[in-house]
């Protein structure tokens, strides 16, 4: 499996970005795939994920903000962040797994990440 984001940049505070992930190699049976971000300093943050039946789950602190999306053949993933706010700046990574047990836990212990991709908000 290979996951590559693009799609990060700068932003003033209030605007929007969208992030993709092109995934290669994954199955589209049973899944987990997603988004987690990590700030200088901090510790991993699960921020939104698709499961394999369609259900989305999104971290409290960005709920009504982002939205994450596939496309209809389900080997790109999308998330689209309005309203940015500084402490939204982070590394952001799209992960992904086929197990069961490792899509029980957060998005950070799955076993496929991409490089990752930076966010930076900063007026």
């Known amino acids: 499996v290979q996951l590559v984001e693009s799609g990060g940049g700068l932003v003033q505070p209030g605007g929007s970005l969208r992030l993709s992930c092109a995934a290669s190699?994954?199955?589209?049976?049973?899944?987990?795939m997603g988004w987690f971000r990590q700030a200088p300093g901090k510790e991993r943050e699960g921020v939104a994920r698709?499961?394999?039946?369609?259900?989305?789950t999104y971290a409290d602190l960005v709920k009504d903000r982002f939205t994450i999306s596939q496309d209809n053949a389900k080997n790109t993933l999308h998330l689209q962040m309005n309203n940015l706010k500084p402490e939204d700046t982070a590394m952001y990574y799209c992960?992904?797994?086929?197990?069961?047990?490792?899509?029980?836990?957060?998005?950070?212990?799955?076993?496929?990440w991409g490089l990752g991709t930076q966010v930076t908000v900063s007026s």
């Open positions: 992960a992904f797994d086929f197990s069961v047990n490792f899509c029980r836990g957060p998005l950070y212990n799955t076993r496929w």
């Open positions: 190699g994954a199955s589209d049976s049973y899944y987990c």
């Open positions: 698709i499961d394999w039946d369609g259900r989305k």
